[in-house]
């Protein structure tokens, strides 16, 4: 089997060569059924987010094509369950995995519909001025590349999510403070309005993933496409001693040090941290997309509390959203191919992807507007951050091996003193080489 090495998606990283190869035709066809109908199949995960808003868009399409008998098979436990279908050479014909598309097995078997052609000429269902790759934020779509340099497009995005520092607007506002949008100015803020009595920056050191991901990574993936591909999927042990990794995490240190609480934090779970946020103990916290919903759910969000989502102030220039992406795909072996490919065509319809915006409260990988009224007003402004050309946006593809734990043990050490950056950096280097060994 041929190895794959995962390719970082960034804003600059989306034109393909033209010597892709074309993907098969129909694995074989599919025999109709007496009624004159063709079975077409779909495996949906709906653990995230529900099988609501997959119902809405299968009722339209069974609508609009009634040759085709549509099959949907829905569960938590689907991926699993369908596992042998699989391997079997009897795949539905199309699949949403919830994120889970990152086995290599999946693309080293061969078993996965490369869009990259399709995607030149495929227009939105119901809106055939609009092609679907200017619809969907295709910078966020899941690509890979083989070792022959051949490089596909597998996963298409629908939904996304996202770490980011958040903030309280309404403090914010009373307080006349703006929101920092790189190193500078974040160094500024801190010096000026961090009080014994509200810290700076304040996060889970259970979890200090939420610190890499939300501050950290983004300022990584500012220096380069192809950089942050090495730290991420930790292909080179020296690019954690390098100058560029280095720079970031004197910066973080800076950061952390002079945020007067934040070494409080290392005992901290993540709901007693955002407790602490919510009450005002720290003006930012590092967490994800889905903060609002865990605490909405614990009736521990105060009146008038503004929640808001920013990119991280780490950067030197420019601000990145790094995202991990919802995707959907088709089966290389699907017995519909056909349908399914017209299946993904209304996924990207505006009212589709509204409708998955407000029923997962996530926001959409699509260029669409959302309704105000609609959705929340986290979701709603977390969106118009997703779609903010100022920004760099990223894909999230890592596959880190036993580095990720380090990094996470390593921004603890250094918040509580006990690790200069430098052994830090070491002790990453050292762990990368130990994998590609």
């Given amino acids: 089997m041929k190895?794959?090495?995962?390719?970082?998606?960034?804003?600059?990283?989306?034109?393909?060569t033209a010597s892709m190869t074309a993907?098969?035709?129909?694995?074989?066809?599919?025999?109709?059924?007496?009624?004159?109908?063709?079975?077409?199949?779909?495996?949906?995960?709906?653990?995230?987010?529900?099988?609501?808003?997959?119902k809405y868009v299968v009722e339209m399409f069974e609508k609009d094509h009634p040759e085709y008998n549509v099959i949907p098979m829905y569960g938590n436990t689907v991926n699993e369950t369908m596992q042998?279908?699989?391997?079997?050479?009897?795949?539905?014909?199309?699949?949403?995995?919830?994120?889970?598309?990152?086995?290599?097995?999946?693309?080293?078997?061969?078993?996965?519909?490369?869009?990259?052609?399709?995607?030149?000429?495929?227009?939105?269902?119901?809106?055939?001025?609009?092609?679907?790759?200017?619809?969907?934020?295709?910078d966020y779509a899941h690509k890979y590349t083989y070792d022959d340099g051949r490089t596909i497009t597998f996963g298409m995005p629908l939904l996304l999510s996202s770490y980011g520092m958040w903030y309280d607007d309404a403090l914010f506002t009373q307080?006349?403070?703006?929101?920092?949008?790189?190193?500078?100015?974040?160094?500024?803020w801190v010096d000026s309005n961090a009080t014994a009595d509200t810290a700076a920056l304040i996060y889970p050191g259970v979890y200090s993933g939420y610190l890499v991901q939300g501050m950290i990574l983004p300022a990584l993936a500012e220096v380069g496409d192809e950089f942050f591909d090495r730290v991420e999927n930790a292909r080179d042990a020296d690019v954690y001693t390098s100058a560029e990794f280095k720079a970031v995490m004197n910066r973080f240190e800076k950061i952390v040090k002079k945020s007067n609480a934040v070494a409080s934090c290392l005992s901290l779970d993540h709901t007693k941290s955002q407790m602490q946020w919510l009450n005002?103990?720290?003006?930012?916290?590092?967490?994800?997309?889905?903060?609002?919903?865990?605490?909405?759910?614990?009736?521990?969000?105060?009146?008038?509390?503004?929640?808001?989502?920013?990119?991280?102030?780490?950067?030197?220039?420019?601000?990145?959203?790094?995202a991990?992406?919802?995707?959907?795909?088709?089966?290389?072996d699907a017995k519909n191919k056909e349908a399914a490919l017209e299946f993904m065509r209304y996924l990207y319809r505006s009212d589709v992807a509204k409708k998955f915006a407000e029923s997962s409260d996530s926001p959409s990988a699509t260029n669409v507007e959302l309704d105000a009224t609609k959705v929340s007003d986290v979701l709603w402004y977390a969106q118009s951050v997703m779609n903010n050309p100022a920004y760099k946006r990223v894909l999230h593809v890592g596959s880190w091996g036993g580095v990720d734990s380090v990094f996470n043990q390593g921004v603890n050490s250094i918040v509580a003193g006990t690790k200069t950056v430098d052994e830090v950096c070491n002790e990453l280097a050292a762990q990368a080489r130990k994998q590609l060994a």
């Avoid at 098969?24 to 109908?37: E, V, Y």
């Avoid at 991990?324 to 290389?332: G, K, P, V």
Wanted: glycine share 8%.
């Fill in 324 to 332: 991990s992406s919802q995707t959907c795909a088709i089966a290389e």
């Fill in 23 to 54: 993907c098969r035709s129909n694995g074989g066809g599919n025999k109709p059924n007496k009624d004159g109908t063709t079975d077409f199949t779909l495996q949906i995960y709906t653990g995230g987010y529900g099988a609501d808003m997959w």
């Fill in 84 to 138: 042998d279908e699989w391997r079997d050479g009897n795949p539905p014909d199309f699949v949403y995995l919830d994120g889970t598309l990152e086995k290599e097995t999946w693309l080293e078997e061969g078993m996965l519909y490369d869009f990259t052609e399709w995607l030149e000429t495929a227009t939105v269902a119901g809106e055939e001025d609009v092609k679907i790759k200017d619809r969907a934020m295709i």
């Fill in 175 to 188: 307080k006349k403070w703006s929101v920092p949008s790189n190193y500078n100015e974040l160094s500024a």
């Fill in 280 to 322: 005002h103990k720290a003006a930012f916290i590092p967490n994800g997309l889905w903060l609002r919903n865990e605490m909405a759910e614990l009736n521990a969000i105060p009146d008038g509390f503004e929640m808001r989502y920013a990119p991280s102030a780490l950067n030197v220039e420019q601000q990145v959203i790094i």
């Fill in 3 to 16: 190895k794959i090495k995962k390719l970082l998606i960034g804003t600059l990283a989306l034109c393909m």
